[in-house]
């Protein structure tokens, strides 16, 4: 029977080391075909040598270790590494996958590798839906926007969304008006909703989105037309009359 | 429509009549004033207090027995009525004062013109009645100059005493009262300060360490040790120099900017054992800036972005600089810490999260109120960078020179 193959891919050179010399202890028939330092190389490694076993750390440059899991996951059985992803183990143990833990321990690693020399005959199990799980866990909770990536001038800034005063929709663009300046987005104000917190950011015409920090008072023209007067800035902004019950008096 | 109400109900209608009068006055009120009200309606009516009225009336009475002794032309119901009516009204015109105070402030002359005119204008009447009823014609009466005497001097008397005891009490609560709310809004601020630089602290300590780091920190120095490189005891110390300034800086307001440049260099140096080749570092703080004041866990959030989101996602990775200037801006003093990275820049990272920076900036704002900035942009041709503007005078609250319990935290840099 022939030796069996493995590729190694994990960007930090000595816990790459660790881990061959550590299988080369626990499994000497094993035969590490390939190393790759990113999800590039371990995928290209991957097609040149169609190793049996892929060892991968989830957190790579480029592309993941899921990333790569999910391309090769059908075609050699994978064996995850990770130093500390709570949720990760959580979803190995759930989804019985392979996985070690970094700095990789031998007795640890014989245990592994126990299992996986058994599953070697059959062919790798199906990955996609865990790594489709993994995916999602290990994207980091979305807590709201606080930073627009913004063109000012030749520049892109992070503007804090605190900061903002109002968005106002424009043919294009979005501008997002700050106490001092002003600044272009491409996101159309419509997508911005999503990502705002409601409670502060009011939405008091269909192309403006006004911050209730920056708000120094509204104005009532007369029954149909009020205006939002604003604490930093001179101009005053429409408030259409779907939403104007937002400012009736408590 | 409805049978007529009883009598019951009549009075139940004015009790919700009198409920709706007093509702109104005290939500014309303040806070303050409410209280003074709800302390001075538990003392009347819990703690006897209404006794004082009795009292009153009891003195005044008494005032009126002497009274009818005396030669003048007044009876002892007359003048008990007369001697209770004056008492009262002068209690209820001191309790108006009392509580009403704010009211009189800035209208002291207006309250004394209109008070003497109307009093002028009530003795006037009430004489003309007077001597009609008496049968005497109070024209001829009036130019009597005598009686117009006694008529103004009693007036006027009567004002002073009246606007005096106004102005008087109204001044002294007025100014009781904008001291102390002048007091308690001081006070709701700086809790409300405390609490919020105390929560965004703890979250910085939340995110301080991290386990990943940790974990691949030891795991490369284990490697290193079995392999029995020398770079093994370099990194743990490393590790140990990076964790010291790591854990009672936490407990502290403020660092020096040395102290957290030393810690960013171990963390730099820490990361360039574990990503040779791919991670270049140079921390360049000029000695005489060394002993600046910095809030704490700043410096390093900024170099741990760097390499996380700058060079640990790009397989060729980079180079972090973290450097310290003191300049000028818009005419003050700044001190700026920046720390910049040649790594992967805005493209690849998410911003929108950032809890890092958004701690950063909340903690700035508390702290400096608003006289210190984080700015981020992106760096040419790629990369990020992250800018700390600092007012250069402040010298920071907390630092070790001070007191922290007699300077808090949060008090205002001098201006």
Redesign the interface.
């Known amino acids: 029977m022939d030796r069996p193959t493995a590729l190694i891919a994990e960007d930090e050179p000595l816990m790459r080391e660790r881990l061959k010399e550590k299988l080369a202890d626990v499994w000497p028939e094993l035969a590490v075909v390939a190393e790759a330092a990113d999800g590039d190389e371990a995928l290209a490694a991957f097609h040149a040598q169609r190793p049996r076993v892929a060892f991968l750390d989830i957190r790579m440059p480029g592309r993941s270790g899921l990333d790569v899991a999910a391309e090769i996951g059908g075609a050699c059985h994978v064996v995850f590494i990770t130093a500390y992803d709570q949720y990760a183990l959580k979803a190995f143990e759930a989804g019985a996958a392979d996985y070690l833990l970094k700095p990789v321990d031998g007795e640890r690693l014989a245990v592994a590798v126990e299992r996986i020399r058994k599953k070697l005959a059959d062919p790798p199990a199906d990955l996609s839906a865990l790594v489709a799980e993994l995916r999602a866990s290990l994207r980091a909770p979305v807590a709201g926007l606080k930073w627009i990536k913004a063109a000012v001038g030749k520049q892109v800034k992070l503007i804090a969304v605190d900061d903002v005063v109002y968005f106002q929709a424009d043919t294009k663009y979005t501008r997002v008006v700050l106490a001092a300046g002003e600044a272009l987005i491409r996101t159309p104000l419509r997508e911005l909703v999503a990502g705002l917190d409601p409670a502060r950011f009011w939405q008091v015409h269909r192309g403006t989105i006004v911050n209730l920090d920056a708000v120094a008072s509204v104005l009532r023209e007369d029954a149909e037309r009020q205006f939002i007067v604003l604490k930093a800035r001179p101009e005053k902004l429409p408030i259409s009359r779907q939403f104007t019950h937002l400012f009736k008096q408590m | 429509m409805h049978d007529a109400p009883p009598s019951s109900t009549v009075l139940a209608r004015w009790r919700k009549r009198y409920a709706g009068f007093s509702d109104r006055v005290m939500c014309s009120l303040s806070d303050l004033e409410r209280q003074d009200v709800r302390a001075f309606d538990h003392w009347f009516y819990r703690q006897r207090g209404w006794r004082w009225a009795i009292a009153l009336c009891a003195v005044a009475t008494l005032a009126a027995v002497g009274a009818s002794r005396l030669p003048i032309d007044m009876a002892f119901g007359e003048a008990a009525l007369l001697f209770n009516f004056f008492a009262f009204l002068l209690a209820w015109v001191g309790l108006t004062a009392w509580f009403g105070f704010r009211k009189f402030q800035g209208k002291m002359l207006r309250t004394v013109v209109v008070t003497i005119a109307l009093a002028l204008l009530g003795a006037g009447v009430g004489a003309t009645i007077a001597s009609l009823a008496r049968g005497r014609d109070p024209l001829v009466w009036f130019t009597n100059g005598s009686t117009l005497r006694h008529i103004v001097t009693a007036v006027l008397a009567f004002g002073f005493l009246y606007t005096g005891v106004v102005a008087t009490i109204a001044t002294l609560r007025n100014r009781q009262y904008v001291a102390r709310s002048a007091r308690l809004e001081a006070e709701a601020r700086q809790s409300e300060l405390k609490r919020r630089l105390a929560e965004s602290q703890l979250r910085m300590m939340q995110l301080q360490i991290?386990?990943?780091f940790l974990?691949?920190t030891?795991?490369?120095a284990?490697?290193?040790a079995?392999k029995g490189a020398p770079d093994a005891a370099r990194l743990l110390a490393q590790l140990i120099r990076f964790l010291r300034a790591a854990t009672p800086a936490l407990r502290e307001n403020t660092t020096t900017l040395g102290a957290d440049a030393a810690q960013a260099s171990a963390y730099l140096a820490i990361m360039q054992?574990?990503?040779?080749r791919r991670l270049e570092y140079r921390v360049d703080v000029p000695p005489a800036l060394a002993d600046r004041a910095l809030p704490p866990g700043m410096l390093i959030t900024l170099v741990e972005n760097a390499i996380k989101h700058g060079i640990?996602?790009?397989?060729a990775g980079g180079t972090v600089t973290v450097s310290a200037r003191e300049s000028e801006r818009d005419g003050a003093r700044v001190l700026v810490v920046t720390v910049a990275d040649t790594g992967a820049g805005?493209g690849a990272g998410?911003?929108?999260?950032?809890?890092g920076?958004?701690n950063i900036?909340e903690r700035l704002a508390l702290i400096y109120s608003g006289r210190a900035a984080l700015?981020?942009?992106?760096n040419a041709p790629h990369g990020f960078v992250a800018r700390l503007a600092l007012p250069a005078d402040a010298s920071l609250p907390g630092a070790p020179s001070g007191d922290p319990t007699t300077t808090p935290p949060w008090t205002d840099p001098p201006r």
């Open positions: 991290e386990p990943h974990f691949n030891l795991g490369s284990q490697q290193l079995e054992t574990r990503l040779p640990e996602p790009t397989p805005l998410a911003p929108g999260q950032g809890i920076l958004a900036r700015e981020l942009e992106e």
